[in-house]
Every structure is written in structure tokens, then in C-alpha cells.
């Protein structure tokens, strides 16, 4: 069984299109999390759900509007594409927000031409 | 400064070198520290944990040095599956912070 889920794995798309990325984690976890992976491969935390509740955000663009609808799901959401929103994300959770190990999707590689 | 600092590499080693690197961190309050592998376009995957005794798992050693405020890996008799870009990950606030990431080419 897959831990942490994320679809699609890979996703090519026009600027200016808005599309979707789901994460879905079936540890029983309270905490979810989106990260960036960009060329230099560094990583950065974008947001961070506990139990549903938006605890992280980072600045982030308003274009990106992540959606907890319950404990096991985050997706992310982006309006407007640029060229620079192609990255790597990767969804992750923890079992509580404090300092525990996280485990990661297997990222969505998306490429905004 | 950054508040993880890792230098890229990228490290060259032969099969059954030891080959050492070393992470620095900013914020003194740190609690938790952990070293992550990601494989070539993979997910990073937990390595291990960091504690302040120092801790081993086989073939890796891992140390904390608080005074100077830096986390160790050492990795003996290196194999051609170690090959991966390894990424220092300390807790300075409310997350997980990633270090850059350092990678190791394991050569036959």
C-alpha cells in the first residue's frame, strides 16, 4: 500500500492555465505539508495542514491555494501558470507538526511551457 | 546565512571508500536533526535520525555537535547503492528545514 499519494506524477501544461495537483495519505497522520523542488533541487516547504487547519504558509504567491477537506487529503491548486512554477512538488505528512520524520509523495514533476 | 548549509559536492568516491559530510545550521534552539536520501527524480527518504549521543545503523554513523552547531554523516565502505544526493534536515521553528543537499557518486 502506497503511504503518501500524489497524482498526477507528471504534468505539462500553457501558462496562464490553472490546474490541480491531490495528495492523499493513508498513515492516519494529523499533518500534511506541499514542498518545492526547483532545478537547484533545493527543497522548501510551502504549506503545512494540522488536522485540517492551515498552520504554514510560507510566501507563497496567491496563485497557489492549497485545500484540506479532511485529515488524509491536501491538494494544491494554481491559477495562472508562469514559467517559473515548474518544480518538482512534493506532498509529505507527519504524524503530529512537531519535529516528527516526514514521508513524502512521489512528487509531481510539473513544466509550465 | 542560511539556516541549513550543506556544501553540494559533488563527492567522487570509490567502492568501499569512508566518505564523510557535514551540515551547519543557524538557530541554536534546534531539537531535531535528521539526514534524508533522494535517489535520482525520487522522493527523499528518511536516512536516519540524528541524536546528540551520536547514533549508528550499520555502514552510517551519525553525529551532533551542538557547540558548534553541525550534524555529521559518516558513511564506511561505501557501495555503488549509496550513490544519492543526501540532505541535512534540522528543526529551527514550527518545520522541517532542508539543507541543499550533497551528492555522493559511489564509482566501481
Known amino acids: 500500500d502506497t503511504a503518501v499519494s500524489q497524482t498526477p506524477k507528471y504534468l505539462v501544461t500553457q501558462m496562464g492555465n490553472d490546474k490541480s495537483i491531490k495528495c492523499e495519505q493513508n498513515?492516519?497522520?494529523?499533518?500534511m505539508y506541499w514542498y518545492k523542488q526547483d532545478s537547484k533541487k533545493f527543497l522548501k516547504i510551502m504549506f503545512s495542514?494540522?488536522?485540517?487547519?492551515?498552520?504554514i504558509n510560507e510566501t507563497v504567491p496567491n496563485r497557489f491555494s492549497p485545500k484540506s477537506p479532511d485529515k488524509a487529503h491536501l491538494n494544491l491548486h494554481i491559477n495562472s501558470l508562469e514559467l517559473g512554477d515548474s518544480a518538482v512538488y512534493f506532498c509529505?505528512?507527519?504524524?503530529?507538526?512537531?519535529?516528527?520524520?516526514?514521508?513524502f509523495g512521489p512528487g509531481t514533476r510539473l513544466t509550465v511551457l | 546565512r542560511k539556516e541549513v548549509e550543506q556544501d553540494p559536492g559533488p563527492f567522487n568516491v570509490p567502492e568501499g571508500a569512508t566518505v564523510a559530510f557535514n551540515c551547519t545550521y543557524s538557530?541554536?534552539?534546534?531539537?531535531?536533526f535528521f539526514w534524508y536520501r533522494q535517489d535520482c527524480r525520487k522522493e527523499p527518504k528518511l536516512l536516519m535520525s540524528?541524536?546528540?549521543s551520536g547514533n549508528e545503523d550499520g555502514r552510517f554513523t551519525a553525529q551532533l555537535n551542538r557547540a558548534s552547531q553541525y550534524i555529521s554523516l559518516l558513511i564506511r565502505d561505501s557501495k555503488l547503492s549509496d550513490s544519492a544526493t543526501y540532505l541535512c534536515?534540522?528543526?529551527?521553528?514550527?518545520?522541517?528545514?532542508f539543507g541543499s543537499g550533497t551528492q555522493l557518486t559511489v564509482l566501481p
Open positions: 509529505a505528512s507527519s504524524l503530529t507538526q512537531l519535529r516528527d520524520r516526514l514521508y
Open positions: 498513515l492516519g497522520h494529523d499533518t
Open positions: 540524528v541524536y546528540s
Open positions: 538557530n541554536s534552539a534546534s531539537q531535531s
Open positions: 495542514y494540522n488536522n485540517k487547519e492551515l498552520i
Open positions: 534536515v534540522v528543526n529551527p521553528a514550527r518545520q522541517l528545514t
